[in-house]
């Protein structure tokens, strides 16, 4: 490469923007174009909800740079308002053709990176072209979103799809008042998340008024007398527009008309160092196949981090540094009105899926310490592997705290720690942010308990099965009279040394507490006195957690509607 390089990019948003950028900051002397298909660059779509909501009042806030300041700043050609149409390989040359006027421009390139992001999947469903069916990617959907509540006034939406996008727009929707319908077609919201984990989402939708239909989905859109969406199998739920987010598709046409490889997954083949299968040119963001961090297989993870990364490590790599992108964990978070769920790597689905074995364990600390005000209970699930007790992955769904752990998490996935690192972490504590045990350290005493042979667990999906042993719940009988699992006896863990002859020798025991700690002191007595017993991680929380996911009816009627 030339120490004066022609670098081309397509797309001026997330890897597009940060790809250009780099460049600069590594190059004075290289040419920089950047091509966006839309009027903005670099604007902040992981901002569009909390607009829509209100919380972020004004709309220029979101523009994170315009194409003025960005050209300013970094001595740019941005382009926008031009859609590249096609790559003439051979002759490393875009043909570049603007929106408005048609005009074509012939751009070379030394180096081409591509960042055109994915677009909402739109599926061929009878009335999807109608107007008041909208979707939400970038500034202009956003408009409308915002034009067609202003026109119905206080009004009716429906939201297709409970990905991250369709809870953070349902959300948006009931905070600007409307009555908001969610609409998804498995059997609990966020499919990357794990059922039981999803469900206290599930719950503070329908607390929050949000008409949740589970198990249900959209078959078509009619406009007769008033709009509605026609669910599969029948019913029809009236709004007066709707809002299509099941999910993106990456935007591989321009690609794929110009011969390169596509992997597995329909997204830009690339190595890792962001090179697709033609020399010098690039794939970054959400178009691009990376790598899962544990299974290593082929994945396309749509999140803005792993674009802007990537848009860096391409700049770097046609600079001449050897840069490599490893694989992404898939770190993310979602705010459900007052509720938090954050993960990173695999989740127990996705673990089965792969053929992945591995072990698990629920935790419920206080984000900080109980005594000191506003304290509020987490559920942190830990996905470790049997052997060598490797981070496989981590959820969590709470209040405050929820991202922390999972950004501690992630790090130590990242960095290889096994669930005995976790024991040992030195993390910050006073009473107003943590614990002195924190809700990490708390994940790694109980996964590295399990592999010690310290304890041993029993899951609830047993209980289906025949001749399991005793249930024996180990909270008080106050806690007990309150509800426990069908056919367990009460046997309080502060009255067991007194009580051992009441209990059977010849069965295994099946200990719970409410969230499994109690259970765990049980259980280390009871051994140690020779019985044969097991404890049930996360205790009877999770028992609800799960009992609830299970038999989460599929329509939750909003309260007075
Ligand atoms: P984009 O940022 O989408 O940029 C692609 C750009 O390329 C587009 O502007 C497009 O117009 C342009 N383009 C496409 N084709 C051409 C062409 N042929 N010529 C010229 N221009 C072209 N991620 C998170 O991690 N956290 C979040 O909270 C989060 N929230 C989100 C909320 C919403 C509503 C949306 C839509 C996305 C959210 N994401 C979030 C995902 C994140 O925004 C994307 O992963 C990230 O923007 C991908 O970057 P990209 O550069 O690949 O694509």
């Not at 794929?256 to 299968?277: C, H, N």
């Not at 206080?366 to 052997?387: N, R, S, V, W």
């Not at 009580?499 to 719970?512: I, N, Q, V």
Request: aromatic content about 6%; glycine content about 12%; charged content about 25%.
């Amino acid at each position: 490469m030339s120490p004066a390089p022609r670098i081309v990019i397509v797309g001026g948003v997330a890897g597009g923007a940060s790809a250009a950028a780099r460049a600069r900051r590594l190059s004075e002397s290289a040419g920089i174009v950047l091509f966006e298909r839309g009027p903005d660059v670099s604007f902040a779509n992981c901002g569009l909800p909390y607009h829509i909501a209100g919380t972020i009042a004004e709309r220029k806030r979101l523009l994170v740079q315009t194409p003025e300041s960005l050209s300013a700043r970094f001595d740019l050609d941005v382009r926008v308002d031009t859609e590249v149409v096609a790559i003439d390989v051979a002759a490393k040359v875009v043909i570049a053709r603007h929106t408005r006027t048609g005009k074509e421009t012939r751009e070379p390139y030394d180096a081409l990176v591509l960042s055109p992001g994915a677009a909402p999947a739109r599926p061929p469903l009878p009335g999807i072209d109608d107007p008041r069916v909208l979707t939400l990617r970038n500034l202009g959907d956003m408009d409308a979103i915002l034009a067609a509540i202003g026109r119905g006034g206080l009004g009716r939406a429906l939201v297709a799809g409970a990905g991250y996008i369709g809870l953070e727009l349902a959300e948006a929707l009931r905070q600007r008042g409307l009555q908001v319908t969610l609409v998804e077609r498995l059997d609990h919201v966020l499919a990357i998340a794990d059922p039981e984990m999803s469900f206290p989402l599930q719950e503070e939708l329908v607390r929050q008024g949000v008409d949740l239909r589970l198990g249900a989905s959209v078959a078509a859109f009619e406009a007769g007398d008033g709009f509605s969406a026609v669910l599969a199998g029948g019913g029809r739920i009236p709004c007066d527009f709707a809002v299509v987010c099941v999910g993106v598709r990456p935007e591989t046409g321009l690609a794929r008309a110009a011969g390169l490889e596509l992997g597995p997954t329909g997204g830009i083949r690339v190595d890792d160092q962001m090179r697709t299968s033609q020399p010098d040119i690039y794939a970054v963001g959400d178009a691009a196949e990376i790598r899962e961090f544990v299974s290593g297989e082929p994945a396309l993870i749509p999140l803005a981090g792993p674009a802007n990364r990537q848009g860096r490590i391409a700049a770097e790599v046609i600079l001449g540094r050897d840069s490599h992108y490893r694989a992404t964990q898939g770190t993310a978070v979602c705010k459900v009105f007052d509720r938090t769920f954050a993960m990173t790597g695999l989740g127990e689905a996705a673990l089965r899926r792969q053929g992945i074995p591995f072990r698990k364990i629920y935790v419920h600390p206080a984000d900080h310490a109980g005594y000191y005000p506003g304290a509020e209970a987490m559920t942190l699930k830990l996905l470790f592997a049997p052997g060598d007790g490797r981070i496989l992955g981590a959820q969590a769904v709470g209040g405050a705290g929820v991202d922390k752990r999972i950004d501690v998490l992630a790090v130590a996935q990242r960095a290889g720690l096994s669930v005995f690192d976790l024991e040992d972490l030195e993390l910050c504590y006073a009473p107003p942010y943590g614990s002195a045990k924190d809700p990490v350290n708390m994940a790694g005493f109980v996964a590295a308990n399990v592999l010690r042979g310290d304890v041993e667990l029993w899951e609830p999906e047993e209980l289906a099965g025949p001749g399991t042993g005793m249930l024996v719940d180990v909270r008080t009988f106050q806690e007990f009279a309150k509800g426990s699992i069908p056919g367990a006896v009460c046997a309080p863990v502060d009255e067991l040394r007194d009580r051992l002859d009441e209990l059977p020798r010849d069965r295994e025991l099946l200990l719970f507490c409410q969230v499994g700690l109690r259970g765990y002191v049980a259980a280390r007595l009871l051994t140690q006195h020779g019985f044969r017993v097991r404890n049930l991680s996360g205790g009877y929380r999770r028992y609800t957690m799960e009992a609830g996911a299970r038999t989460q009816p599929l329509a939750c009627e909003t309260p007075g509607r």
